[in-house]
């Protein structure tokens, strides 16, 4: 087990992954043109939490985005909050990065030459305070690679966990917060537990577990016409989670309008990832919906009874 420390707070993370790109080049991007994208978003999530002030100290909310996007959106975030009084007592968006490289400039040292890698002291300076790191999308690449080179599974997968130790470490060391994706294939399902255990023992064994929040994120339950597990399945799959590495969890995999408040109501979540809000018909990610979901979760976890609509969903108890 790797000892931390707990937090009272609830974590709402966005992976926005390539969502940049418009549909008339094979995406999803329907809110903004690609240059306006990460501002537009940004704009939109400091606005949305002005209006939920008392959500202030018992939420963090950190948005992923591709690097090209990172400087706007920034930027965007300042104006905003410069012209929306509320945000003083509101809780603050977050802008965090996708993934770092293993290595980093140093004085005296490596002064930059990573050509087409992604330094976290670079993702730092840029003003990211948080990096997402080992999501499914990361390993599958990072094994492919691997596999290409003959790696046999149980070398590939050893591997994959000790390239992003060295990630965590070097995002660490740069300043930045981290939240480290685990979850299993369908195939591994039977042995989840064990699968957990290696993703999180093998590469946060020499972590600041002070500056980790694990996501879960069921391979299997990922994209449209997936089917998620059920909040029971989550809740025993959470426990034993907790078991290994007790830290903030939250939950990715399917988190949806359908099934915010039951997953805000699990006592062993600490919060909850989302990429896509709607999973059918113009699919994506689209700022309106996302506050739907963050109202729906935070009225089942007893969160913002003041600001969102208030009871919970299907006779869920909220957390105490």
Request: with cysteine; glycine share 10%; charged share 20%.
């Given at each position: 087990?790797?000892?931390?420390?707990?937090?009272?707070?609830?974590?709402?993370?966005?992976?926005?992954?390539?969502?940049?790109?418009?549909?008339?080049?094979?995406?999803?991007?329907?809110?903004?043109?690609?240059?306006?994208?990460?501002?537009?978003?940004?704009?939109?999530?400091?606005?949305?939490?002005?209006?939920?002030?008392?959500?202030?100290?018992?939420?963090?909310?950190?948005?992923?985005?591709?690097?090209?996007?990172?400087?706007?959106?920034?930027?965007?975030?300042?104006?905003?909050?410069?012209?929306?009084?509320n945000l003083k007592v509101a809780p603050?968006?977050?802008?965090?990065?996708?993934?770092v490289h293993s290595e980093d400039v140093a004085p005296g040292g490596n002064f930059g030459a990573f050509t087409t890698l992604r330094p976290a002291s670079a993702m730092r300076q840029l003003g990211c305070e948080w990096a997402i790191i080992g999501h499914s999308e990361e390993r599958k690449y990072l094994a492919a690679i691997m596999a290409l080179a003959g790696a046999t599974t149980e070398s590939l997968a050893r591997a994959v966990s000790e390239l992003l130790g060295a990630q965590v470490r070097a995002a660490q060391k740069a300043g930045l917060k981290v939240l480290f994706c685990i979850g299993e294939t369908a195939e591994q399902v039977p042995a989840r537990r064990e699968v957990l255990a290696r993703q999180i023992e093998g590469a946060l064994g020499a972590a600041d577990m002070s500056r980790v929040v694990l996501a879960y994120e069921p391979v299997w339950a990922i994209g449209p016409g997936k089917t998620p597990p059920s909040a029971h399945e989550i809740a025993d799959i959470a426990s034993d989670i907790k078991k290994i590495a007790p830290c903030p969890l939250v939950y990715g995999g399917g988190l949806k309008k359908e099934n915010a408040a039951q997953i805000g109501a699990i006592s062993e979540l600490d919060g909850g990832l989302v990429a896509l809000t709607r999973f059918s018909g113009e699919i994506g990610f689209y700022p309106d919906e996302f506050f739907e979901i963050l109202d729906l979760y935070a009225q089942g976890a007893g969160l913002d009874a003041a600001d969102a609509a208030g009871g919970t969903a299907n006779g869920q108890e909220a957390k105490a």
């Amino acid at each position: 087990m790797l000892a931390v420390q707990g937090v009272d707070v609830n974590y709402i993370f966005l992976n926005l992954k390539r969502f940049d790109i418009e549909p008339r080049f094979g995406g999803v991007n329907r809110i903004a043109p690609a240059r306006e994208w990460g501002a537009t978003i940004s704009s939109a999530l400091r606005e949305g939490l002005a209006a939920r002030p008392s959500l202030a100290g018992r939420l963090e909310v950190a948005a992923f985005l591709p690097e090209a996007h990172l400087l706007g959106a920034l930027e965007a975030g300042r104006i905003t909050a410069s012209r929306v009084p509320n945000l003083k007592v509101a809780p603050s968006p977050a802008i965090g990065c996708q993934s770092v490289h293993s290595e980093d400039v140093a004085p005296g040292g490596n002064f930059g030459a990573f050509t087409t890698l992604r330094p976290a002291s670079a993702m730092r300076q840029l003003g990211c305070e948080w990096a997402i790191i080992g999501h499914s999308e990361e390993r599958k690449y990072l094994a492919a690679i691997m596999a290409l080179a003959g790696a046999t599974t149980e070398s590939l997968a050893r591997a994959v966990s000790e390239l992003l130790g060295a990630q965590v470490r070097a995002a660490q060391k740069a300043g930045l917060k981290v939240l480290f994706c685990i979850g299993e294939t369908a195939e591994q399902v039977p042995a989840r537990r064990e699968v957990l255990a290696r993703q999180i023992e093998g590469a946060l064994g020499a972590a600041d577990m002070s500056r980790v929040v694990l996501a879960y994120e069921p391979v299997w339950a990922i994209g449209p016409g997936k089917t998620p597990p059920s909040a029971h399945e989550i809740a025993d799959i959470a426990s034993d989670i907790k078991k290994i590495a007790p830290c903030p969890l939250v939950y990715g995999g399917g988190l949806k309008k359908e099934n915010a408040a039951q997953i805000g109501a699990i006592s062993e979540l600490d919060g909850g990832l989302v990429a896509l809000t709607r999973f059918s018909g113009e699919i994506g990610f689209y700022p309106d919906e996302f506050f739907e979901i963050l109202d729906l979760y935070a009225q089942g976890a007893g969160l913002d009874a003041a600001d969102a609509a208030g009871g919970t969903a299907n006779g869920q108890e909220a957390k105490a």
